[in-house]
């Protein structure tokens, strides 16, 4: 009888626990570092065309109650211009604070998707400041200060509990800029959960 008791409970344990242990995820106060990095306004990811640009960017993350996260970072954007054989940089140096909130994900709690606004501000510099060309010509861009907002559809994959792989489209409108005020921006990255 005893015998017949253990293997039940061994069996019924095997049957609860066989459907597997599902890490927890999105958890109030739970905290993240994520690293991005993509391209601008397109698909060139040869560094050597004169149309190249692509961006770059750290944020810290914490999760709310309801599973949404605030996201706070920063973001350096580059954009080149040809003019007679040089590529002209537009480069953007960015802060954020933003709010993402998590409409979708399966399960298992391995896919997310999220859609995010942020207020974005920061530095643009056309050129390096340098004005005069090598032919004499002046570029009459200024160099200023940028202000705006972007909203950002947002999907993650946990690979493993603490690692995900993110994948995000961002438009940024940012008010300031001499040069252009709308970016689109595709970008891959990581983030790591640090609890």
Excluded at 7 to 21: D, E, P, W
Excluded at 159 to 170: E, G, K, Q, S
Aim: proline share 1%; aromatic share 16%.
């Amino acid at each position: 009888m005893k015998r017949l008791i253990f293997i039940l409970l061994t069996l019924t344990l095997c049957l609860v626990l066989s459907g597997g242990a599902y890490a927890q995820r999105y958890l109030h106060g739970q905290k993240g570092i994520q690293v991005t990095a993509g391209t601008v306004n397109g698909f060139v990811l040869d560094t050597d065309n004169e149309n190249f640009a692509f961006h770059a960017g750290i944020a810290f993350s914490t999760y709310t109650q309801n599973g949404n996260r605030w996201v706070f970072g920063g973001e350096y954007l580059e954009k080149r211009y040809p003019y007679k054989g040089l590529s002209l940089p537009q480069s953007q140096f960015t802060a954020q604070a933003g709010y993402y909130l998590k409409f979708l994900s399966d399960g298992n709690k391995t896919l997310f998707f999220s859609l995010g606004v942020s207020l974005l501000a920061g530095y643009e510099t056309v050129n390096w400041n340098e004005k005069r060309l090598f032919d004499g010509a002046t570029i009459r861009n200024k160099d200023g200060f940028l202000y705006g907002g972007a909203i950002t559809l947002e999907m993650e994959v946990y690979l493993t509990d603490w690692i995900a792989l993110i994948a995000n489209v961002r438009e940024r409108l940012l008010s300031g800029s001499s040069v252009g005020k709308f970016n689109t921006q595709l970008g891959l990255g990581f983030k790591f959960i640090i609890y």
